[in-house]
């Protein structure tokens, strides 16, 4: 299993808070990306990296940022928590660009 | 733009039945990728299969088997004797090669195999 870590696994916040959401690597490798999963959406890519302090925007980015100070780790930040914004959120890289992606267990994030 | 529709949002068959999910993909680009992964119930996200557009050749791996057409815009998957460990939700995704494999996913297949 490729080493990816997400932390917390779950978490129930509520509206206008922010939140930090972490993704962790130990495989080195260069592209990690941020998903939500939202039932009848599949997956939806919101932010993802091309290496430190290099990201860019995925197709539902609003409301959404990003960091990446080091190889391993990449966060994700709610700056304002809203309901619409209740989802299970993975986490996934890939060594290259023309690879497959591996995926962490997953983060449930719940705003009420 | 570029879309996946799986149209089947549940299949549910008997065990040892063969199943068909399919998949049809929308794209302008003449290189890209195509995935298939699986979510059991447990929620994780596993690979199984990817394929580039220039390789049309089917691939069969134990009882799984991938049909890739490109003149259908298609890469569907067939079970084979389908055995209720593979009753899961199943997801086709379409990859763009535009500086990272940015994933477009199906809306996912919910696959129940009834014992």
């Known amino acids: 299993d490729a080493g990816i870590t997400q932390s917390p696994r779950h978490k129930v916040t509520e509206t206008g808070t922010p939140v930090t959401l972490r993704c962790h690597q130990t495989?080195?490798?260069?592209?990690m990306y941020w998903y939500r999963q939202d039932p009848g959406h599949g997956l939806r890519l919101i932010h993802y990296?091309?290496?430190?302090?290099?990201?860019d925007k995925g197709e539902v980015s609003d409301g959404y940022s990003v960091s990446r100070s080091k190889t391993e780790d990449f966060l994700l930040t709610l700056e304002s928590a809203t309901s619409s914004q209740t989802s299970v959120y993975f986490c996934?890289?890939?060594?290259?660009?023309?690879?497959?992606?591996?995926f962490g267990q997953g983060t449930r994030l719940t705003v009420v | 733009a570029q879309k996946v529709t799986q149209a089947q949002t549940e299949i549910s068959v008997v065990e040892k039945e063969d199943v068909t999910l399919d998949c049809v993909y929308e794209?302008?680009?003449?290189?890209?990728?195509l995935f298939w992964y699986k979510q059991p119930p447990s929620g994780e996200l596993v690979f199984l299969i990817r394929?580039?557009?220039?390789?049309?050749q089917n691939e069969i791996s134990g009882r799984y088997s991938w049909n890739f057409q490109k003149s259908t815009s298609s890469f569907n998957f067939t079970i084979t004797a389908s055995q209720v460990v593979d009753s899961a939700v199943y997801f086709c995704?379409?990859?763009?090669?535009?500086?990272?494999?940015?994933?477009?996913f199906g809306q996912g297949t919910r696959l129940t195999i009834n014992p």
């Open positions: 996934a890289i890939t060594p290259d660009w023309n690879t497959e992606a591996f």
């Open positions: 495989e080195n490798h260069r592209y």
């Open positions: 990296s091309y290496g430190v302090k290099d990201t």
């Open positions: 794209t302008r680009d003449t290189t890209y990728y």
């Open positions: 394929r580039n557009s220039f390789d049309e």
């Open positions: 995704a379409l990859g763009t090669i535009q500086g990272a494999q940015k994933l477009v």
